[in-house]
């Protein structure tokens, strides 16, 4: 079960299609990886529930977003985008105002896994890992790779927001 517990009131954007009354409408490149998977995730998980988003090809869609009214992310000319050394999840978390410290940590193990900078945060290797891992086996469908990615998002946050400082205590030793 899901519970943003102990967060901010979500602001509401309607110049990004977020009032609360509809859902809301995204759209991105296919493919989705780190970033554009983490986007999805927040939208979901922190600012609209019923977000509905798309991938298509890289050429189509901008004129998607212009004839749907469909908010575009990650990807040259969109309203959500990188910006210097961060992401779109980092663009989301600002157009929303949303400044919680656990989200904060994991824009920085995202950052990290979407440009190579493992360095930002030990976690960013295991979420490329994970990432390409899933885009491997749901290569055909990016909605159900979106579907099995989400988890990893939310086990995440959940490490990051209640335990963080649970650590594994096995000790390995020798036999014998």
């Known amino acids: 079960q899901w519970r943003a517990t102990a967060l901010p009131q979500m602001q509401r954007r309607s110049d990004f299609g977020v009032t609360g009354l509809k859902a809301s409408k995204w759209v991105t490149r296919a493919r989705p990886k780190v970033d554009r998977v983490a986007c999805v995730w927040l939208l979901r998980r922190f600012i609209d529930p019923l977000a509905e988003v798309s991938y298509l090809p890289l050429d189509q869609v901008l004129e998607f977003a212009s004839r ?22 980092d663009a989301l978390l600002e157009a929303f105002q949303l400044q919680h410290p656990a989200l904060q940590r994991l824009a920085a193990i ?16 295991g979420l490329l890992a994970v990432s390409l891992g899933l885009s491997h086996l749901h290569a055909e469908d990016d909605q159900a790779m979106l579907a099995a990615a989400l988890p990893v998002y939310d086990a995440l946050f959940a490490r990051i927001a209640h335990a963080s400082n649970e650590r594994h ?3 390995a030793h020798a036999l014998g």
């Open 110 to 125: 995202v950052r990290g896994a979407d440009t190579d900078r493992a360095a930002i945060a030990p976690e960013a290797s």
């Open 169 to 171: 205590t096995w000790q």
């Open 68 to 89: 749907t009214g469909a908010v575009a992310f990650d990807m040259e000319g969109a309203a959500i985008s990188h910006a210097w050394e961060k992401c779109s999840f």
